[in-house]
């Protein structure tokens, strides 16, 4: 009793959370993706794009954020120390460990996006009170991490990219960490492929510790050095369900071993299976066991999750659009190349245009500003010789069914060409309305960013 008296008073608080032990304190760990909340391997991506825990290269398009709410439970997790007496490791004392992630992800730039996470521990349950073990002092945030990703080369069906993060601990006398330890920091490669319904993704990495000194003499762990991580993912889309089946591997394992006192050693590895289902555009849902694979720092005997991801935007973009018909006649500044308009007018045209964007289960409600849009198609299509026929194709995402998504559709479509008619006084003989529903995606339909791509107007032009 007296050492673990000595030793609860030698820790102090800092922060929210700190670790007390009955023989030492807790750890924590790193994998690919294991790269948060000290005592679980368990970290949400911040951009929710794709998979759970693993990267994919795809980033957030700029003005796109994300909020990420992911619970976790999790079974035999804590540290169990060797007797001083028996020489024995205690038997698994059913601790139990409930934690939660808050994330939020931004696009900044085309192929860049920022994120931010914040661990928690909310409660714990630890039956053996007698046994070596470890448990938290009090409930409350762990760490703040910070990470960013570029892709350096990539299409909707794959790519490569470049994640670094940074870990602030916020808690003190860590023996795993140790004294006066500095911020952790994490990078890792990351590429992915899809074909059809399937993705693949692997995540590499490397992870810096400049640890610390022991927080005290003769300490039985010694602080963990630098890591080596990787993680896989598979997922397969069932489109009927708007649901994702998805299967997860993440480890980690010491660059230098070092012997510590702990039957859980210093590497971790770890199998999740669960599954992603769109709610709607904008919401997505996760639910899913993980296990450990072998027994390293905090792989539980059992783990079940459950999240969601809520996805807005573009909250910010470039506001050099034309407001009226005047201010869309051609300038002599060259326009981006990503102006649909840009082009000089051919004999036949087609045109996509991702700008006119409508509100959920909407064919009318148009969330950005249509007139200026129709209002640059109304120029463009004056330009060169004259126009004889407009069609205009809708279509829509995969969400909701066949039949409801082709009436959508031409609904959407029969809008534009109404707006044209009223407002810009073109000949209804010229224009049609053709829907397609979710027929001829452009992007992959897995997740917000690819939904709202299909979401979109083609116009095709015929001249004279």
């Known amino acids: 009793?007296?050492?673990?008296?000595?030793?609860?008073?030698?820790?102090?608080?800092?922060?929210?959370?700190?670790?007390?032990?009955?023989?030492?304190?807790?750890?924590?760990?790193?994998s690919a993706n294991i790269i948060g909340n000290d005592t679980q391997n368990f970290n949400p991506t911040t951009n929710g794009l794709d998979f759970v825990t693993v990267q994919s290269s795809e980033t957030l398009?700029?003005?796109?954020?994300?909020?990420?709410?992911?619970?976790?439970?999790?079974?035999?997790?804590?540290?169990?120390?060797?007797?001083?007496?028996?020489?024995e490791f205690p038997a698994k004392s059913g601790d139990q460990l409930l934690g939660m992630d808050l994330n939020i992800g931004a696009g900044i730039l085309p192929n860049l996006d920022l994120g931010l996470s914040l661990p928690q521990i909310l409660d714990q349950k630890v039956d053996d009170t007698d046994s070596a073990r470890g448990q938290f002092s009090q409930r409350g945030n762990t760490e703040v991490r910070v990470n960013a990703k570029y892709r350096l080369t990539g299409t909707d069906t794959g790519g490569f990219a470049m994640a670094g993060s940074i870990n602030f601990?916020?808690?003190?006398?860590?023996?795993?960490?140790?004294?006066?330890?500095?911020?952790?920091?994490?990078?890792e490669a990351l590429a992915d492929t899809t074909w059809k319904e399937f993705a693949l993704a692997l995540n590499v990495g490397y992870r810096w510790r400049d640890k610390g000194d022991e927080i005290y003499a003769g300490?039985?762990?010694?602080?963990?050095g630098n890591q080596w991580?990787?993680?896989?993912?598979?997922?397969?889309?069932?489109?009927?369900?708007?649901?994702?089946?998805?299967?997860e591997i993440f480890t980690?394992?010491?660059?230098?071993?070092?012997?510590?006192?702990?039957?859980?050693?210093?590497?971790a590895a770890e199998l999740l299976i669960g599954a992603k289902h769109d709610v709607s555009h904008n919401l997505a849902i996760h639910a899913g066991l993980g296990r450990e694979l072998s027994q390293g720092i905090s792989s539980p005997d059992l783990r079940i999750y459950a999240g969601l991801n809520w996805t807005m935007g573009p909250e910010f973009q470039r506001h050099n659009e034309p407001t009226?018909?005047?201010?869309?006649?051609?300038?002599?500044?060259?326009?981006?190349?990503?102006?649909?308009?840009?082009?000089?007018?051919?004999?036949?045209?087609?045109?996509?245009?991702?700008?006119?964007?409508?509100?959920?289960d909407s064919d009318k409600e148009i969330v950005n500003d249509p007139h200026s849009i129709l209002a640059r198609l109304v120029v463009h299509l004056k330009k060169g010789p004259g126009?004889?026929?407009?069609?205009?194709?809708?279509?829509?995402?995969?969400?909701?069914?066949?039949?409801?998504?082709?009436?959508?559709?031409?609904?959407?479509?029969?809008?534009?060409?109404k707006r044209l008619i009223e407002e810009f006084k073109l000949e209804p003989n010229k224009i049609m309305a053709v829907g397609h529903g979710e027929e001829n995606p452009i992007a992959k339909n897995n997740n917000f960013q690819g939904r709202r791509l299909n979401r979109r107007v083609e116009l095709r032009i015929f001249r004279k």
């Open 1 to 30: 009793m007296d050492v673990k008296l000595d030793l609860k008073r030698a820790l102090r608080h800092q922060g929210t959370a700190i670790f007390t032990f009955t023989a030492a304190c807790l750890a924590p760990t790193a």
């Open 61 to 87: 398009d700029p003005g796109i954020i994300n909020f990420g709410l992911f619970l976790n439970h999790a079974r035999n997790t804590l540290p169990r120390l060797r007797d001083r007496d028996t020489n």
């Open 169 to 187: 601990n916020r808690l003190k006398n860590n023996p795993y960490a140790g004294k006066n330890s500095s911020p952790t920091l994490n990078i």
């Open 219 to 224: 300490s039985p762990i010694d602080p963990l």
């Open 229 to 247: 991580l990787a993680s896989t993912a598979a997922s397969y889309r069932f489109d009927q369900y708007d649901t994702k089946a998805i299967a």
């Open 252 to 267: 980690s394992w010491p660059v230098v071993k070092s012997g510590d006192n702990t039957n859980r050693a210093s590497s």
């Open 324 to 360: 009226t018909p005047d201010e869309a006649q051609p300038k002599k500044m060259p326009k981006p190349a990503t102006d649909p308009f840009a082009l000089p007018p051919k004999a036949e045209e087609k045109i996509i245009v991702n700008d006119l964007l409508f509100a959920f």
């Open 387 to 417: 126009w004889k026929k407009l069609i205009i194709d809708g279509y829509t995402d995969s969400l909701g069914n066949d039949q409801y998504n082709l009436t959508l559709s031409y609904r959407r479509a029969s809008n534009i060409r």
